[in-house]
C-alpha cells in the first residue's frame, strides 16, 4: 500500500517571475511542519536543500520529525535555487561550479542518512540550455552523467533518484523525458541510481503517465519515487491531483499497482493563490480516493479492459463508474 | 432539454492520410442511416454536402429521414472535400471558386430547407494559409466575410452557424478561435449568423469549452450548434466524448444549461480504429451521462462553487461526485 | 520609421519561481536608466508601475528622461505585481480590488501625462482563472470591460492600450488573443481603447504575428503598441529578439509597414541569464536589422510573393535572400 | 559530403482525412520517377512498401534508377498504409498480423538488396494506442522490440533503421522520441539497428534536432538517416525545409558535419496544395545552401559560440549573417 507525504514547501507560499515576494506571506519552518501533520493521511515529508536543509540545522529537522511523528521521505538538493547554478549545476561549463553540484549532494545525502531516508531525489532543473547553438550537448551530458554517478557511489545505501522534466525554468532540460532518464542511469550504471515520475512533467513531455511508470519497469524497475499534481498539459501548473485528469490519474494509479510500486505518493503542487494547506489536503483526498476506486473495481475488470483494448467498452465502463454512480 | 444527433459520417469509415482508402470497408448511404437509427437516445441526424447530399438524392434522403423518423440537424456543405477548394473556397483568390462556394452553400440551403431543417453549419477548412508571406490576410478575411454574408442573406429563416478551428487542414485557418468567430459575425452583421462549437476545436485552441458558450451568450447569444469529442488538447483527435477530459466537459454541459441553450449536441468523432457504431453509441451515452448528472446534482450547489472560486472546494466536491460516488 | 524603446526591467536582474531572489543582483533605478542609455539605437523608455513609478518619484523619473534624453513611451499599471492582485484586479470578485485597479490606472494616467507620454499599457495578467468550475465568465468579464472602460474615459487624450496573451501567470487569461481583445474594445467602446502585441504572446497563442497586425487594422486601426522577443511558441520565454523565428519576425515587420503602424517598438525579453544589457542591445541591433532588410528588398517583390501565394516560389525567395546572401 | 534524396512520394499528390482521394491527380510510378531526375542535386530516390515496390516490381523499379542514374537510398516497408495495421503492425495483439509485419519487413530487404541498397527505414506509425486503458504497454512494447530484432537479424548486411514519431496516427506512438529509439535498440542490440530522424518529428516531440543527433552519437553513433522538413512545432505540417526554422536548421545541419553524418539527406514534405516537384526542388536547395553556408563560415566560429555559450554572443553573429548579408 502506497503511503502519502508532502514536499514541505507545498504548505507554505509561491512565488512567480512577476510576483517574486510571493502571493502570500512567507511561512517559517516550524510552522510549515505544523500544518503538514494537521492532514491525518500524510506520513512524510519530503524537504529541500537550501530552502528547508541546511549544514546547520539536521538536529532542528530531526526534532520536527519526530514531534510530529512524520517520516522523512527524500531530500530534494538544490541545484536550482541559487544564482551560481543559473548555467547549470552537474552540467556546468564551470568545473568549480560542477564539484560543488556534487558535494552539495554529497551533504545532503548525508543529512538524508542521518535523518533515517534512504532516498535523495535531484531535480537539475538548470542543467540544459535554452538558446540554438548554444551547448556543446555531447560535453555537457557527460559531464551531467560523471556527476550524478560520483554521487551514487558516494554512498551505496541510499538511492539517488532522478526527476526529468522537458523545460522550465530552462526552455530545454537535459533530462529530458522519462527515455531519456533511462538512457542516461543505463549510462551511469549504479543500481541505486532511479527515477522520480512527477505526473505533470510526464504530462508535459506528452507521455501518459502510466505508460512512464511500465517503461520504468521495463528497462530495470527504475521507479524509485513519484511526485503528484495535475495540469493542462502544456505547462507544469502544479495544480491540485486529479482537478484536470480524471481517468489518466486512475490509469497511472493502476499501473503503479499493476507494477508493484512500493513507494511514496508525494504531493507536489504550486497552490499560488489557494489556502495552501487546504489544497494539499485536496491532492491527499484525491490520491486516497483515486487509490480506494481502485480497491473497490475488480482489478480482472480493468486487466480484461487492456486485454481486448477496445475503446467503445472502456468508454463504457469508465462512463459507468465515473459518471453513472455504478461502483 | 438538449437532444442527441450524429453527423452521418460518423458511423461509416475513417481514412487518414496515410491510409486514404480507409480504415474499413466503405458504407453505403443506407446502411450509415440504418446504423444511426439503431442508438435509441438519437433523434437527429446531420449531413454532409457531396458525402451525403447532392443536388439529386433530396427525395431518397427525405425517404430515409421519414423512414428511421429522425430529423435532419444540419447540413454542413463541401467547403473542403474536393480539389477545387484547396486553396480555400469562400477566401480563394479565384472569382470563381468564391462564387462555387457561395452557391454551393445557397443549395445545400434549399435542401435543408426542403428537408425542414433551418440550420446549415458551416466548416470552411479550407480557408486560412500554410506558409509565412503566403496570404493578403486582409483581402482574403474580406472576401470570406463577403462570401459568408450573401449566404446569410439568401433564406433569412435559415440559420447559418459557422465552426472555427485554429488549424487542420490549414496549418492556419482564418476562422480560428471562438472570438475571430465573433469578430466575423459582427463584421457580417446578420441576425441568422451564429457559431457551432466544436469541443474538441475549443480545447485545441486553448480555450475552455465552457468559456467558449460563456462568450457566445455574451456576444449577442450566438450559439447554434455543438459537436462534440473529446482530445488530448494538441490535435483533433476526435475520440469519444469524455475519453479524456471528464470535469472539462462537466462543466461545459453545465454552462449550456446556464446559457438556456436549447439545440443539439451533435456526435462528431473520428473512429478511425473502433467499431463505428459502438463508439458513436458510447459517445451519445456519456452526453446523456453527463446531462443526468446534471439533473442529480442540485444546481445552486455548483452556481455556489463559481460563486466562491474557491479551488480546494471545488477539488473536494468533484472528487466526492466522480469518484468517491457521493451522487 | 519605427522607433525603439525598452521596458526599463529588461536591463535589470530577473527571477522566477524557483529562483525568487533574482538571477542577479538588484538593479537601482539610476543604472537601469545608465543602461538603457547606452544603447545608441534606443531612444524611449516604459516603465512599469510599482517597480519603477510612484505616487512620489515622478520628479525623479523626469530628471532621468532628461539626463539621459529619453522618451516616455508608456507605462504599463502594476496589476499583476502585488499579493492584492492574485485573484485578479478589474475582474475581482471583490468591489474594492476592483476599484483599486481602476484607481491605479488613473494615477499612472495622471503621471504618463506629466511626463509627456500618451500611452498606458495594460496587462491585466491576473484577470482569469485557473480551475474549472472556478469563474462566472460573463460577470468577470463584464467587471474587466466596465474597469478598463472607465480608465479610457478618464482621459480621452491618453491612449489605453491592451496587452493580451492566453497564459502566465493565471493558467487561463480572459485578455486571451488578438480576437478577443477587439471583442473586449467593441464592448468598451472608446476611441482611446487599443491593443498591445507582444511578438510572443501572439505565438503562444498560435497567431501569426502579422496576421495578428492585419486583425488590429482590419477591425478598426487599433494597433497602438508593440512588445518584441522571441520564444518556441510553446511558452512566454521572452528570448532575444529573432533567435527563434527569421522569416516569421520578416513578415511581422513587413505588416508593419504594410498596415502604417507608425508606434514603438519596445524590447520586452527576460535576460534570466545573460547579461541583461546586451541582450536588449542584441535584441534591438536584430530589430534594427529587420527594419534595414526590409529597406533594401523592394516593397513590391514582397507583395507580389503574396499576392501569387505560391509556397515554392516564396520559399526560393528567401533563401537567397537570408542563406545565400543575395541581397 | 552528404547526398540528397527524395522519399518518391513526395513528388506525387497528397491526401487527407477529409480529401482523401487527394488534391491532386494521382502520379504514375514512372512519372515519380521522371519528375525526381529533374532535380540535378538529386541523386537517390526513397521508396515505400506497397505504394511503391511490391514483390513483382523489383526488376520494373531497377530499370528506373538505372535509367535516371538514382541510387535507392532506402526502402520504407509498408507498416501503416493498410487496413489490416490498424491495431499495430510489429506490437499488434494478433499473433498473425505481427509475424505479417516481420514478413514484409524481410521481403523489403530482399528488395532492397537485390536493388543495391543496404538500409530499410522503418516506420511503425501504427504501433501505439489511443485511448487510456486501451494498451498493455510492457506486453506490446516487448513484441515490439522482438519483431524488430528479427529484422535485424534476418541479413547482418542491411541496416535497419527506425524513425520515430511522437503521434500520428495513432494519439501516441511507442517509438515516441530519440531516446525511446536509443532505448529500443538497445534492447534489440544489433549492431545494424539505428535510428532515421525526422527532423519535424523531432521538433514536434519538443526536441531540439541538433539535440537528437548528439544523442544518437553519444549512445552508439546510431543515426542512419535523415528525412528533412519543416512544421510550427505543435504538428507535423511537413512543410518545404528551412521554411520556418531558419537558425535551428542550421544548427542541425551544423551537428551532422561535427558527428561526422555521411548518409543521405531525403526530403520528407507532404506539400498537398504546391506544385509537388517545386516543393521538392525548394527543399532541396535549402538543404543546399544551408550546407554551402556552413562551407563558408569557419568552423571555428561555430565551434567558439558553442565554447563559450553567449546568447548575446550568438544572437549577434546569425543577425549579421542572415539578416546583414555579412557572410
Known sequence: MNRYSVILSNVGSCADRFLTAGYDEPVALAELFRRVAEIPQVSGVELVGSWHVTDRNVAELKKYLEHYNLKLVSIIPDHF?????KNGSFASREAVIRADAVNHTKEMIDAAAELGCDLVSLWPGQDGYDYVFQADYLQEREW??????ETCRYRKDMRISLEYKIKEPRTHSYLSTVSNALLTIMEISEPNCGVTIDFGHALNAYETPAES???LKKYGDRLFHVHMND??????????????????????FYWLRKTGYQGWLSIDQYPY???SLEAVRQGVLAMDSFNRLLDRVPEAELDELIRIGNA????????????????
Chains 1, 2, 3, 4 share one sequence.
Open 81 to 85: 535555487g541559487q544564482p551560481k547554478w
Open 144 to 149: 551531467f552523467s560523471l556527476g550524478v554517478q
Open 213 to 215: 511508470v511500465a517503461l
Open 231 to 252: 495540469n493542462y498539459r502544456h505547462w507544469d501548473d502544479d495544480m491540485i491531483v486529479g482537478s484536470v485528469h480524471t481517468v489518466e490519474t486512475l490509469e497511472f
Open 273 to 275: 493563490r489557494e489556502d
Open 312 to 327: 467503445a467498452a472502456s468508454a463504457s465502463y469508465f462512463r459507468k463508474l465515473l459518471l453513472d454512480g455504478v461502483q
